[in-house]
């Protein structure tokens, strides 16, 4: 993963994690009840990987959170000169 993907892949995991305790499902438990698979929603987690549009939108939809909510969420966590174009 190139550096910025790393950035935006930690960013995106904060913001799940946070959606995920706040449920107070486990992981397992979760992704069970939904059909999601739980290396999915480990990997993004653990900011291996940022995850598919599709499989965000399924896991957002599963917690009953709006895309432009998550994404707002996640911008706050992104360094200000995130993807700045560089002098």
Request: hydrophobic fraction near 40%.
């Amino acid at each position: 993963m190139q550096h910025d993907e790393k950035i935006l892949a930690k960013a995106i995991a904060k913001v799940m994690v946070d959606i995920s305790n706040k449920s107070g499902k486990s992981l397992n438990l979760f992704c069970n009840e939904y059909s999601i698979p739980a290396s999915t929603l480990s990997n993004i987690e653990l900011a291996k990987k940022s995850g598919k549009i599709f499989s965000l939108y399924k896991i957002l939809k599963a917690y009953g959170i709006s895309p432009s909510k998550f994404f707002a969420a996640v911008e706050k966590e992104l360094p200000s000169d995130f993807l700045s174009p560089e002098d």
